[in-house]
């Protein structure tokens, strides 16, 4: 079958890292994708990795390494308002998407 | 750009009633699909459709129908509500960002079956 895991929940400070881990056994694989999604309103999209290497995006980076099935989110210089759920998610070999449950971040001052 | 609209936002159902969720995007994707999201789970797709007069079913479309009858909308029908059908329920459309179908989501419809 074809699974996605990643924490459940974690805690970070205000201005430190944190880094979200995905792991992931599907069918094929057509890209990865991450979604911030903050309580009670829509996924808005993150980042796409479909080669292996390090994607940077201003305080975000999203890491893919497809012979290992895992990916990661990086966050630097945690600020409040990063407070949210982060899904994971892997297009499979019929373009599909296959959704992680999310990793609810919370972040404390 | 409104994007894509969702209505309504909540809806309290009986078991057996019937309704509509609404859904309507003005970029002009092609691409539109229906998501339900429950706790502790990963977005489940329902169906989904690639143009106006084609869909097809996603994960979990049993009690459920769409059509397509425009670009612009893409109804879902719930036509004898469950309970199990309690959830949050996210109409998208997709466009390739620099090689990636990147979605675009509504702000979500809470539905509740009592």
């Known amino acids: ?109 | 750009n409104a994007g894509v609209t969702q209505t309504p936002k909540f809806q309290v159902l009986k078991t057996g009633q019937s309704m509509t969720l609404q859904c309507a995007q003005d970029m002009n994707h092609e691409y539109m699909s229906w998501y339900r999201q429950d706790p502790g789970m990963g977005l489940r797709l329902i169906h989904y459709s690639v143009g106006a007069g084609i869909t097809d079913q996603g994960e979990v479309p049993n009690g459920y129908n769409v059509s397509r009858s425009t670009t612009e909308d893409f109804p879902l029908r719930l036509l004898s509500a469950a309970p199990s059908q309690t959830s949050v329920y996210f109409c998208a459309t997709s466009v390739a960002v620099s090689g990636a179908n990147v979605l675009t989501f509504g702000a979500g419809s809470r539905l509740t079956v009592l």
Not at chain 1, 31 to 42: P, R, S, V
Not at chain 1, 92 to 101: K, R, V
Request: hydrophobic content about 35%.
């Open chain 1, 1 to 109: 079958g074809q699974n996605i895991d990643q924490p459940t929940e974690m805690t970070a400070t205000e201005g430190a890292i944190v880094q979200i881990n995905c792991t992931y056994q599907t069918s094929g694989f057509n890209g990865l994708f991450w979604y911030q999604q903050h309580a009670g309103e829509a996924p808005t999209f993150l980042s796409y990795n479909v080669l292996d290497g390090l994607e940077e995006k201003g305080r975000f980076s999203s890491f893919l390494s497809r012979s290992k099935g895992y990916s990661y989110l990086l966050l630097k210089e945690l600020q409040m308002k990063d407070s949210a759920s982060y899904l994971c998610a892997v297009s499979d070999s019929n373009y599909q998407l296959i959704w992680g449950a999310g990793t609810k971040l919370i972040i404390k001052p």
